[in-house]
């Protein structure tokens, strides 16, 4: 009987010879990423427990990336209160200062941390990002954090895998994040739900590493504990600039036991978003076509990388946005944002009349940066779109892709990327 | 063993989201009473006032869905809320309601088991709900051993403690 990658990983982070979905296993973590949540509930509750230590503070990435910088007195209590816990520790990848770096979950990749074989958990739910690295990444809360910050180790639920078979290559003006809303829709927001998804298939060889990152970061939207992906050699190239650490690519065995099976050819995915309040609440971009927004945004952990700004440049490169509209642009991190501006992106970004942001998470959670008025309606490259998530409760947010975001703005209104690209 | 949990139903609908329980603007506050007040604010803005008339939450499909805050747990126990049942729940929620003490019990449910306001008892030990207003009950899946210990310890951290002077 053969393992899916999740259970070879899950394994191999065990003290146990074999494993089967359902059971309860206890392993032992290669690497936690904090952030804000530091200052929130973690530093409180960890204080509970008397001790004077973490367990290993070589293997907890600490960065501010939520409300970066500080825009009310609140957040910037919290991130003296994170900074204060991370000095008190010693915890040596300490971000705390570093508030020009970005977004955790484009910056711990980009520095290394994330690689093939390693079990990754983090205090964000969209830490499932780091699936797209063949490492098994899921998000974890406050208390549970706690318990790895003291012990190094968690309790898994050995998940029940479902097998994602993808085939042939995305046509113009259609990306990852149609695929992934496609692919929530068909399933629903529970269609998943404690299960582990794995990425399979040429269409997922043909994918950029930012397209899998797309994917992967949103596959919680569905419920699912991780979104994995296999290793090839476009993983291997990006690795190579990235980390001088041994890694282990991790592949399923032949006869490995998956509960479901989907195809999906990506030659046949065309742009769709969500429609308020649910990332589930899918439609064609026909059925919404026109609809009049006030605000864009391009940005997050899901959509703010090279592959989202240069499709945006493209269709925004040389005209203005609608003038009763606004364009927010924010890079996920600093180097995407540095190579953006050598590429002569920010100036097409500029030109057309948007806003760009320094890196940081901001208005995908209505922290800063572009929050909403009442009533207000934005087509967002973001993650959610539940009620109030981005401003005030009776604003609206369709969740889109970087492409579909940037027609939308210069259009004024919801609008196909493929008839201005 | 638990003591039999006493209390009131209030009933939810499904997908209930972490940011419906406690809205992102609320993250920063440093105060948990005040944040508190707002839980499940653009739901029911009352919600938190009559906490005491409504201490065992009924909901649908994969409430908890979202982000990982674990704030969406504390607030519900700042409140006083005894126990969440649901059809099913988020995967990070459920871990969190558990290390935090509050038990999460997963029931099939319609309107002829559950009303607002209903009487229930639940005993985890026997895995059974008796809806003392309707005069039904109804049985569940037992959690596995160690998260019945997890909640008997009144939460993860409490237990961790014990295992690291011992």
């Known amino acids: ?421 | 063993m638990i003591e039999k949990i006493d209390g009131f139903a209030y009933i939810l609908g499904d997908d209930i989201n972490t940011d419906d329980i406690v809205p992102s603007h609320t993250l920063t506050m440093r105060d948990v009473d005040e944040m508190a007040k707002c839980t499940l604010e653009f739901i029911d803005p009352t919600f938190a006032k009559n906490s005491a008339q409504g201490n065992i939450i009924i909901a649908g499909d994969n409430f908890g869905t979202g982000s990982s805050r674990e704030e969406a747990v504390y607030v519900f126990k700042v409140l006083g809320i005894k126990a969440i049942i649901a059809k099913s729940f988020a995967r990070i929620y459920f871990r969190n309601l558990i290390n935090l003490g509050i038990p999460g019990i997963i029931v099939s449910w319609n309107e002829s088991i559950f009303s607002k306001g209903d009487n229930l008892e639940i005993s985890l030990n026997e895995g059974v709900i008796t809806n003392k207003t309707k005069g039904v009950k109804i049985e569940f899946e037992k959690l596995p051993n160690f998260l019945t210990k997890i909640l008997e310890e009144g939460g993860i951290l409490n237990q961790l403690k014990k295992t690291l002077k011992g």
């Open chain 1, 1 to 421: 009987m053969g393992y899916t990658i999740a259970e070879k990983i899950l394994i191999n982070h065990s003290n146990l010879k074999s494993i089967s979905p359902g059971q309860f296993i206890d392993c032992n973590i290669d690497l936690i990423m904090v952030h804000e949540q530091l200052g929130g509930r973690i530093h409180k509750e960890y204080e509970k427990l008397e001790i004077d230590y973490v367990w290993d503070p070589n293997k907890i990435f600490f960065i501010l990336d939520h409300w970066v910088p500080a825009p009310t007195i609140s957040a910037a209590q919290m991130h003296q209160d994170c900074r204060k816990f991370a000095e008190k520790y010693k915890f040596i990848h300490n971000f705390g200062y570093q508030l020009d770096k970005g977004i955790c979950h484009q910056v711990l990749p980009e520095m290394g941390f994330s690689r093939p074989g390693m079990l990754i958990v983090g205090s964000d739910s969209h830490t499932t990002t780091y699936g797209a690295f063949n490492c098994l990444a899921t998000g974890i809360g406050a208390t549970d954090v706690s318990v790895v910050f003291a012990t190094g180790k968690l309790w898994f639920r050995v998940p029940e895998s479902f097998q994602i078979i993808m085939s042939g290559k995305f046509n113009k003006g259609v990306m990852s994040k149609d695929f992934i809303l496609t692919l929530i829709g068909n399933i629903s927001t529970k269609g998943a739900i404690y299960k582990s998804l794995e990425f399979h298939g040429q269409g997922a060889k043909n994918l950029s590493i930012d397209g899998r990152m797309t994917i992967s970061n949103m596959v919680v939207e569905a419920g699912a504990k991780f979104g994995i992906f296999q290793p090839d050699n476009k993983l291997e190239t990006w690795l190579v600039n990235r980390t001088k650490e041994p890694y282990k690519l991790v592949t399923p065995d032949n006869d490995a036991n998956y509960e479901n099976t989907l195809e999906y050819n990506l030659s046949e995915i065309t742009p769709v978003v969500a429609k308020p309040s649910n990332p589930g609440n899918i439609a064609g971009i026909e059925e919404v076509e026109g609809i009049e927004i006030d605000q864009a945004f391009l940005g997050s952990c899901t959509n703010g990388r090279m592959e989202d700004l240069r499709i945006a440049a493209k269709i925004l490169k040389g005209n203005n946005i609608d003038p009763n509209t606004r364009l927010i642009i924010i890079p996920a991190s600093k180097e995407i944002y540095m190579e953006a501006l050598r590429e002569g992106l920010m100036e097409i970004f500029l030109s057309a009349g948007a806003v760009v942001g320094n890196c940081t998470c901001g208005p995908c959670i209505g922290g800063h940066l572009g929050v909403l008025g009442s009533e207000e309606v934005c087509i967002s490259s973001t993650n959610r779109n539940f009620k109030g998530r981005m401003g005030d409760p009776t604003s609206e947010v369709y969740l889109a892709s970087p492409a579909v975001v940037a027609a939308s703005a210069l259009k004024g209104r919801i609008a196909d990327p493929r008839e201005v690209l």
